[in-house]
């Protein structure tokens, strides 16, 4: 089934070329079906480029899908145009009557912010108390899931010694879980973190569960049991040259940065990047909706309780 995006978004072009089924609003009215309602809080610095990832994997399930772009009225990004944002993302205060099947909420690059210095710290806090009534399933990415622990649970972020950079192997905590359905033993995810969150801290917690997790990384994706919030502390949706394009912005900028580990070729920045992780990222996103949104949603919005 198609994902319905606008005529003129640029990921749109891109996506066609890659097979990924997209229709217009125009055609989706026609459909006769209730399509999931997806909305993304985008906090990334370049939203193109996270609105395409996050896209193309929402975008190859079974599932038709309308996509909500969401942005922040307490910060304008600097890196993506106001024309761009205008025309395609709404704020909070515009759809905050709706409600939705699912929300995905990114990372954003502020990770060594203390929570109360992120500009848009007490908007963040209104969205995701919203989101109880207003969201079936939440999908918190990176940052984004640190946050959400840290609102809900009290669950702190912590400095690491030097960031956490590259592609490691990965493991499933608990083999029985849904979410992880047809996930080899091990696979490969692409992490990119200056903070972390601490596996003790999770377990004290009655109500989550760890997932995965990696020797080298730790923690990957931690749920809530009543599987209405999952938090993924890595970059699944990453494409092959992320790491890449964060690799030479540093570089350029004379951020002290080491080569992300297992990444490069002969750790050579001159060789491409190999993509190892698609397939598990589209199992990911796959799950998430088909699982977590589209088995258990209401048919009726309106008639979810408050978890």
């Known amino acids: 089934m198609p994902i319905n995006i606008p005529n003129n978004l640029p990921a749109r072009q891109r996506l066609e070329d890659e097979n990924i089924f997209v229709i217009s609003e125009e ?14 809080l985008n906090l990334m610095p370049n939203k193109i480029d996270t609105e395409t990832q996050l896209i193309r994997l929402l975008g190859n399930t079974p599932l038709q899908v309308n996509i909500t772009l969401l942005t922040t009225a307490s910060y304008e990004s600097k890196n993506t145009s106001k024309a761009h944002l205008l025309n395609f ?18 990372g954003a690059p502020i990770e060594q912010l203390p929570w109360e210095e992120v500009i848009y710290w007490e908007e963040l806090k209104q969205i995701l108390d919203w989101s109880k009534k ?3 399933s939440s999908f918190y990415i990176c940052w984004g899931a640190q946050a959400a622990l840290q609102h809900f649970y009290g669950v702190e972020k912590y400095d690491l010694s030097e960031k956490k950079f ?12 849904i979410i992880m359905r047809g996930f080899d033993e ?22 989550l569960d760890i997932l995965s997790e990696a020797e080298e990384s730790g923690l990957y994706i931690v749920r809530d049991k009543s599987a209405r919030r999952l938090f993924v502390f ?3 949706e990453y494409e092959s040259d992320s790491l890449k394009k964060e690799y030479e912005r540093d570089v350029a900028k004379e951020v002290p940065i080491r080569l992300p580990e297992n990444y490069f070729p002969d750790d050579d920045p001159s060789k491409e990047p190999v993509l190892s992780w698609r397939a598990h990222s589209n199992l990911l996103y796959n799950n998430w909706l088909n699982y977590y949104v589209y088995q258990s949603t209401p048919f009726d919005l309106s008639n979810f309780p408050e978890d």
């Open 166 to 177: 590259g592609v490691y192997v990965h493991k499933k905590v608990k083999h029985d879980s």
């Open 27 to 40: 055609q989706a009215i026609h459909q006769d079906i209730r399509a999931l309602e997806v909305v993304v």
């Open 234 to 236: 890595n970059h699944s």
């Open 134 to 136: 207003h969201v079936w």
């Open 89 to 106: 993302y709404q704020t909070w205060d515009q759809i905050k009557e709706r409600r939705f099947d699912g929300l995905i909420i990114t």
């Open 186 to 207: 091990e696979f490969r995810v692409p992490v990119s973190r200056h903070t972390e969150v601490n596996k003790e801290d999770i377990e004290a917690i009655d109500s």
